[in-house]
Nanobody, 125 residues
């Protein structure tokens, strides 16, 4: 599975961005998907995850109420809608896919098998 993340860029604080993660090589409709981020000098952080069918989602504490993860299995794509962005959201954002699916959302990076190349989000104050 190849994952291609896009949609990053420079935005002012309070603004919005939508990240897309397009999968190719095989369908990910039966896979758990997630978004992680890594800021300079910091460890990779869980942002959001979604179960294979989309019925369950989970968010990191720092983004709850501001970010929304969703998926379109027909398009083999997962999205991350980011609203009310803050300077501390600045990071490289990675999408990830688990080889298998479950109803439980996966929140640890070691639980994912495939990773995209990352897209940079910069939020200016």
């Amino acid at each position: 599975v190849q994952l291609q993340a896009s949609g990053g860029g420079l935005v002012q604080a309070g603004g919005s961005l939508r990240l897309d993660c397009a999968a190719s090589g095989r369908t990910v409709s039966g896979s758990n998907m997630g978004w992680f981020r890594q800021a300079p000098g910091k460890e990779r952080e869980f942002v959001a995850g979604i179960s294979w069918g989309g019925g369950s989602t989970s968010y990191g504490d720092s983004v709850k109420g501001r970010f929304t993860i969703s998926r379109d299995n027909a398009k083999n794509t997962v999205y991350l809608q980011m609203n009310s962005l803050k300077p501390e959201d600045t990071a490289v954002y990675y999408c990830a896919a688990k080889r298998t699916g479950s109803y439980a959302v996966k929140v640890h990076s070691y639980e994912y098998d495939y990773w995209g190349q990352g897209t940079l989000v910069t939020v200016s104050s």
